[in-house]
Each structure stands twice: as C-alpha cells, then as structure tokens.
C-alpha cells in the first residue's frame, strides 16, 4: 500500500517535532565564524527555483574563500565560465529565493544560508573577485534572512569523506557519458580531447 502525506499536521506526526536547539538555531546575520567559515569554504550548492516552481540546484567552486562578505547580512558569489546555460540564474530573475549550502572538505558539518538574490554585471568589489588575472562578468547577491549550521549526519552516513569506502568509479569517463546520453554530434575522441589534460586550462576564460 503506497500511503501519501499530504498536510503539514501528518509530516509532523510521522517525524516528530525538533529539538528546540534545532528549532531555534536560525540566524539573521553573519557571526564571525560563519565569516570564518566561508574563508575557508571552496564549494557550495546554490538551490533556485523558477516563477512556476521548477528548480534548479547549481555548484559553485573556487579557491577557499570564493564568496566574499560584503557586510553582516549580505555575500556574493562570482559566476566563472560554463555552459552559458544560466539556468539559476534565469530563475533568479524570476523569483529570488536561494538556498545555499557551504562545504568544507573533511568537514561532516556544513553552513546553510537562504536568502534573496539579485544579479549584478559589475561593482567596486568585483576586483576582490579576481582569480588569475580573471575577473568575473556577474556575481549573485544573496541578502541573508536565514543562516546556521547543518548537522552531520548525512556525510556520516554517507562516508563521504572517507576514501577507503569509495567505490572502483563504475562509470564511463565524462567524454563517453556524454556521447553515449546526449548523443552530441562531436566524435568519441574529440570529446575525450576536450576533456581531456587541457580542460583544466579552460576554467577560467
């Protein structure tokens, strides 16, 4: 039998209520080690969703550091080069709630900020941005409403940092996952001379 929870009321009734530490750990503006934490974060995940609720989840990666502070309430984040697809950023454009999770690698824990976001093309802090002599074309703001600390239960669970647990990669290499599922019109072996040595070379420009 396949039973569906549909209210709020039967949500909480399967799981319970939170603790009230967990309850109540939601903050509004940045403490000094959340500035210290995103100095030392390389990554993160940026969730968005569209005017017709269609969402979007997008990773973010840079030196430690990569969003910068511009006050108590408010960090950006730079755009680097892709795929020109701008999917969260289109969706931003249309409904600027974010949801932002912080890695630290080793780190079980991780640092949660939502918040509202606009786009901006330029601005005196983008130089503050640079990596590599490149500085980047859009930063995403993000107005902080709320921020705190996530538990580590899932990275635990998931051993994700434990290499000994990793698996033998059962999956074909990027260039032939992509020939193989996306059909491009590229042959096998310039898509693998793609992504091949050089493509690191290729991150920011």
Not at 2 to 8: H, R
Not at 167 to 193: F, G, M, N, Q
Request: proline share 8%; glycine share 6%.
């Amino acid at each position: 039998m396949t039973v569906e929870i549909t209210s709020a009321a039967e949500l909480t009734e399967l799981l319970g209520v939170p603790a009230p530490r967990a309850a109540a750990k939601e903050r509004t503006t940045l403490h000094e080690r959340d500035r210290q934490w995103l100095a030392a974060s390389p990554f993160c995940l940026v969730a968005t969703a569209g005017a017709d609720g269609t969402c979007d989840v997008s990773p973010k990666g840079d030196p430690a550091g990569f969003a910068l502070v511009l006050d108590d309430r408010t960090i950006a984040i730079p755009e680097r080069p892709g795929n020109r697809r701008a999917d969260g950023y289109r969706n931003i454009l249309a409904n600027p709630h974010v949801g932002l999770i912080f890695l630290i690698p080793g780190r079980t824990d991780t640092l949660r900020i939502n918040g509202r976001a606009r786009l901006l093309s330029d601005a005196p802090w983008f130089d503050e941005m640079m990596v590599k002599g490149h500085r980047p074309v859009l930063a995403v703001v993000v107005e902080i409403e709320q921020i705190f600390y996530h538990c580590a239960k899932a990275f635990l669970r998931s051993h994700l940092w434990q290499p000994e647990t990793w698996p033998v990669d059962p999956l074909p290499s990027r260039a032939r996952l992509i020939k193989e599922v996306e059909a491009p019109a590229e042959t096998l072996t310039e898509l693998e001379r793609h992504y091949g040595p050089e493509y690191a070379s290729t991150l920011y420009v």
